[in-house]
């Protein structure tokens, strides 16, 4: 069985567990795809020196301390990587293996990022948790592994906002009629994943002449794909009038274009994507 199309749900034990699990579990059932149960460890810090009391301490009672921290040191690692099984063993049991093609369970090591990019050639959608925090003041920045992931991996990505996945009922594209939407749009019109939901291009704030004709040429495109698909303008800044429109929609889910790759272009566009991430409180997403 070729594993080049399967959906990684990227597991971090943290709120959202869970609904990564079910949320790739419902897209790879829904594009009868591999899945796979992924963990990638990061050694932990060191733990910060005792102090130097070597004035002090006797050469040989120092090195008796140093060796008990690195003894201390491994231990943590192996309460670690135990943890980390027993996350992925009790992941494993949410998932109902007799409706997708196969399961892996995967427990690597590095870098969340590295590790991707190194199963990307056989990756079809890789979905993650956002860390969650209730206060809207912490929120200021999208948690930099989301947003690590998001500016280097070329697969689409899903972003669970909330610690429960509700299957979507239907989509909504975020629409600014710049290239990375347009692309987006392509993607959307290609995507088994959103196919026989409806959907609906959303733009925000006051659209050119020539923005709404860009919207209705997307909204032809993808009708002519099969898609169901509606359109409206909604005023305000596009970070707070789309998760409003997205709440009250009901569980739909968002679909981004990533950053756009110019530098100035990465700069407004990549801190509204990074906002409406980080703001959204429905699955999020990111299509090139």
Same mark, same amino acid.
């Given at each position: 069985?070729?594993?080049?199309?399967?959906?990684?749900? %990227?597991?971090?034990?943290?709120?959202?567990?869970?609904?990564?699990?079910?949320?790739?579990?419902?897209?790879?059932? @829904?594009?009868?795809?591999?899945?796979?149960?992924?963990?990638?460890?990061?050694?932990?810090?060191?733990?910060?020196?005792?102090?130097?009391?070597?004035?002090?301490?006797?050469?040989?009672?120092?090195?008796?301390?140093?060796?008990?921290?690195?003894?201390?040191?491994?231990?943590?690692?192996?309460?670690?990587?135990?943890?980390?099984?027993?996350?992925?063993?009790?992941?494993?049991?949410?998932?109902?293996?007799?409706?997708?093609?196969?399961?892996?369970?995967?427990?690597?090591?590095?870098?969340?990022?590295?590790?991707?990019?190194?199963?990307?050639?056989?990756?079809?959608?890789?979905?993650?948790?956002?860390?969650?925090?209730?206060?809207?003041?912490?929120?200021?920045?999208?948690?930099?592994?989301?947003?690590?992931?998001? @500016?280097?991996?070329?697969?689409?990505?899903?972003?669970?906002?909330?610690?429960?996945?509700?299957?979507?009922?239907?989509?909504?594209?975020?629409?600014?009629?710049?290239?990375?939407?347009?692309?987006?749009?392509?993607?959307?019109?290609?995507?088994? /994943?959103?196919?026989?939901?409806?959907?609906?291009?959303?733009?925000?704030?006051?659209?050119?002449?020539?923005?709404?004709?860009?919207?209705?040429?997307?909204?032809?495109?993808?009708?002519?794909?099969?898609?169901?698909?509606?359109?409206?303008?909604?005023?305000? /800044?596009?970070?707070?009038? /789309?998760?409003?429109?997205?709440?009250?929609?009901?569980?739909?889910?968002?679909?981004?274009?990533?950053?756009?790759?110019?530098?100035?272009?990465?700069?407004?566009?990549?801190?509204?994507?990074?906002?409406?991430?980080?703001? %959204?409180?429905?699955?999020?997403?990111?299509?090139?």
């Amino acid at each position: 069985m070729s594993h080049h199309d399967t959906v990684y749900a %990227c597991l971090d034990g943290l709120a959202t567990t869970h609904a990564v699990v079910d949320g790739a579990f419902w897209a790879a059932q @829904r594009v009868q795809a591999p899945m796979a149960l992924l963990h990638a460890l990061e050694r932990p810090e060191p733990m910060p020196p005792v102090g130097d009391y070597s004035g002090v301490i006797g050469m040989g009672a120092q090195d008796v301390l140093l060796q008990r921290l690195n003894t201390l040191d491994e231990e943590r690692v192996q309460v670690a990587q135990e943890a980390a099984r027993r996350m992925l063993d009790e992941a494993r049991t949410r998932v109902d293996t007799s409706s997708i093609p196969s399961l892996q369970v995967l427990l690597r090591h590095g870098d969340l990022t590295d590790v991707l990019l190194e199963h990307e050639p056989q990756a079809r959608l890789f979905v993650l948790g956002r860390r969650h925090r209730a206060s809207a003041a912490r929120r200021l920045r999208l948690d930099h592994r989301v947003e690590s992931v998001i @500016r280097n991996v070329r697969q689409p990505v899903m972003v669970m906002t909330t610690p429960e996945f509700i299957p979507p009922q239907g989509f909504v594209v975020a629409f600014d009629a710049s290239a990375t939407a347009l692309r987006a749009v392509d993607a959307v019109a290609r995507s088994p /994943l959103l196919r026989g939901m409806p959907g609906l291009l959303a733009m925000a704030g006051e659209p050119s002449a020539d923005a709404l004709q860009q919207m209705q040429a997307a909204q032809a495109q993808l009708q002519q794909a099969g898609f169901a698909i509606d359109t409206q303008v909604v005023p305000g /800044l596009p970070e707070e009038a /789309l998760p409003a429109l997205l709440q009250a929609r009901g569980n739909w889910l968002l679909v981004l274009g990533a950053y756009g790759h110019s530098r100035i272009r990465q700069l407004i566009v990549g801190s509204t994507t990074t906002a409406l991430l980080r703001l %959204c409180t429905v699955p999020v997403v990111v299509l090139r």
